[in-house]
Each structure stands twice: as structure tokens, then as C-alpha cells.
């Protein structure tokens, strides 16, 4: 099984503009695809690889020139610390969840698949989908679901899960849509999808980390140093737009004591860059995805 085919590779690659003898960081490393072709572009450069997940660290490559740490990135500032590394020529990330993470039914990413509800990016995580389910409060839930999932019914759906548990403990995939199945609006598929996307948010506190990482990004990047950021939902992407353009998350601006407003990135694609139709009759997962890359000023 490919691990996972690189989204958007050349656009990014090129987005980097690569430094033969640069410090670049992979933020989500997976199947190492953007690693591979940011180390092909440097001679006595070297990469910085992050990845949680530890099926991806088997995917390391056999290059000194790379360090591959088995961490969040959310820990992005001090991971380079501790590997004596100030700055940084340039940062790209692949927010999206790799294919074979959704493919391989025991992670419980997929709805098309029968399994365990986990969706823990990092398996040393204690909390897992299940624990949501049965333990969370309906408040929360419906918090989860309408500000992660962003589903219309949200505390109808949340009523339902509680009240489904409160028969049985609701801990596989089979489970949760034999109980949900009254609360499904619209298309199925699409409602289910933003579901799951919704108890991976939460189990992985992936919105928290993503923000940690890119203000730590801002720390580390040196000036002239590129940012390179896919996501794949408007959650992640309002996140990424409003660090690039105001140098927060929350896209507050900041202003100096003269009043003049501090800018701390140039946006090099005032649109977000879209795959093509060769890349999504090859890979129809990257439909969704939105490449932004800024340079750091």
C-alpha cells in the first residue's frame, strides 16, 4: 500500500525556493514525499522532519542528511532547540490525514470502515474517539460537532449519542452508525465525512497544535524564509490566512506606537493554489486541498 502520495509536491517545492545549503523543516513527514524532494534540491542543507505518528517514522530515509523527530508539531520551536537549531530557511506542512492512515481500518479515520473508534494520530495519546463518545457531556459534544463539523444539527445529533450510550458503550465504528442513523441530514456521505472530521479534531486537539506550530513558525523562520501550508477544510485554512496576514491566529492586526500596522509575512499567492486536473484524476484526495505560502519579512 502507498503510504501517501505527496499533494501539490512541485507547488510547494518551488513555493520554498530551496537553498542548497538551507535548514528547511517538514512539519507532517508521513510518507516522506515532500522530505525526499526538498533534500534532491540541497547539498549540505539539512531537514528537520516532524511527524506523531509512528508508522510514519518507519518511512524514514536513509540520508544524514535528515533528522526525523517522533513528535507533535506543535512542539516545533523547542524540538529545534534541543537539536541546537535557531532558524530556519523554510517550513512546509500537509495538514491533510495521509491515505494509508484512512485506508487502514484499525486507525477508525474512515466511515467507509468497519473498526475500533480510535483516531489517534499519536497512539500514545490516551483519548480516543470512544472516550468522547461515551464520556463527553452532551454540551460538549454538540460543541465538537458544530464548531469542528460545523453540522447544522449538532445538539440533536449530540441528544442521540447520549441517549444511544446510555443502552450500550458506543466504541467502534459499527457501533456509532447503527446509533446516528435517525440524526443523518442531507447527503449521507458528506455528512458523516464532516462528523468524523470533527471527532479527529478533538481526539488530536488539531486546531491548538496547528496554531502552536505557526506561531512558533514565526520565531524560527529566518527573514526571507518561506512558509508552506496545505489544508483541506476552512477551519485550518481562515487559521493559516489570518497568521499570514496579521502574524496571530486569531487575525487580530498589531499595530506599533506610531499606530503604523506590523506585518511579519508577504502572501506570495493571494489565492490559495488548487491542484490541477492531472494531480486529481491521479489523486482524487487532493481535491479539497489550498496551498498558501508566504515569505517571512
Partial sequence: MLYH???LLKEC?????????????????????HTK????????GKVFAFDQDEDAIKNTINDNRLILIHQNFRYLKNMLRV???????GLIAD?????????TSARGFSHRFGGPLDMRMDKRNKISAAAIINSYDENQLQKIFSEYGELRNAKTLAQIIVSARNQREINTIEDLMESIQSGIRGNSHRYLSQLFQALRIA????????KAMLMGSKNVLKSGGRLAVISYHSLED???KNFIRTGNTEGELEKDDFGTIKKYFEPLNKKPITPGKEELIRNPRSRSARLRIAEKI
Fill in 5 to 7: 502520495e505527496p499533494v
Fill in 13 to 33: 517545492i518551488d513555493g520554498l525556493n530551496v537553498q542548497s545549503d538551507g535548514i528547511y523543516v517538514d512539519v507532517t513527514f508521513g510518507g516522506g514525499g
Fill in 37 to 44: 524532494s526538498v533534500l534532491n534540491r540541497l547539498d549540505n
Fill in 83 to 89: 537539536n541546537n537549531v535557531q532558524s530556519i530557511d
Fill in 95 to 103: 495538514l491533510g490525514v495521509s491515505s494509508f492512515q484512512i485506508d
Fill in 203 to 210: 481526539v488530536n486537539g488539531e486546531l491548538e497544535a496547528l
Fill in 238 to 240: 481562515r487559521i493559516v
